[in-house]
Antibody, heavy 125, light 105 residues
Framework: EVQLVESGGGLEKPGGSLRLSCAASGLTFSNAWMSWVRQAPGKGLEWVGRIKSKTDGGTTDYAAPVKGRFTISRDDSKNTLYLQMNSLKTEDTAVYYC????????????????WGQGTLVTVSS | DIQLTQSPSFLSASVGDRVTITCRASQGISNYLAWYQQKPGKAPKVLIYAASTLQSGVPSRFSGSGSGTEFTLTISSLQPEDFATYYCQQLNSYLFGPGTKVHIK
């Protein structure tokens, strides 16, 4: 059974930094494309960013609202995904989910197959 | 940038009803679309990917169709556990639609 467990959330002041972690088990983490998705209180889902597997280049892509402030990384030796969040803004307040992507061979599309339970980040003075 | 819209935003329905939710893309996205279900306080769960492929373990009352710019998620006979919010997602940019909340009539 695949398990993704996020940690590192909490209260931070505007302008501050936080690092979220996502510990993965039950999947071959080194082969997995991983992503972060967030959900502000009472709002919809918002994609944050994605990291490919190292065999696929290990590259990252980010949504416009977080580009230049957030960095996704991975430690395949620890089966762990990270989200470094700098220059935090009040609008970054949300539950942050990590997700493992599944691959559909027929279409070539990656979809969000596995999800953690989420960790709450609150940015407030 | 490609935008996604969903209709309706809210839907009242009864157990046993056939329910259809529409997702429209501002540009053609082939079949690069997924549908997710989210219940309050829980993580989303994938139902459909590649527009019409049912994820393993998802009940067959869920189905997806469409290609290009218009897509539908259909629940053939609504069950009590289906009351939730449903999101479409474009699988190139990973953009999510705004969601459709299905609640009890």
């Amino acid at each position: 059974e695949v398990q993704l467990v996020e940690s590192g959330g909490g209260l931070e002041k505007p302008g501050g930094s936080l690092r979220l972690s996502c510990a993965a088990s039950g999947l071959t983490f080194s082969n997995a494309w991983m992503s972060w998705v967030r959900q502000a209180p009472g709002k919809g889902l918002e994609w944050v960013g994605r990291i490919k597997s190292k065999t696929d280049g290990g590259t990252t892509d980010y949504a416009a609202p977080v580009k230049g402030r957030f960095t996704i990384s991975r430690d395949d030796s620890k089966n762990t995904l990270y989200l470094q969040m700098n220059s935090l803004k009040t609008e970054d307040t949300a539950v942050y989910y990590c997700s493992g992507l599944g691959y559909d061979f027929w279409s070539g599309a990656y979809y969000f197959d596995y999800w953690g339970q989420g960790t709450l980040v609150t940015v407030s003075s | 940038d490609i935008q996604l819209t969903q209709s309706p935003s809210f839907l009242s329905a009864s157990v046993g009803d056939r329910v259809t939710i529409t997702c429209r893309a501002s540009q053609g996205i082939s079949n690069y679309l997924a549908w997710y279900q989210q219940k309050p306080g829980k993580a989303p769960k994938v139902l459909i990917y590649a527009a019409s492929t049912l994820q393993s373990g998802v009940p067959s009352r869920f189905s997806g169709s469409g290609s290009g710019t218009e897509f539908t998620l259909t629940i053939s006979s609504l069950q009590p556990e289906d009351f939730a919010t449903y999101y479409c997602q474009q699988l190139n940019s990973y953009l999510f639609g705004p969601g459709t909340k299905v609640h009890i009539k």
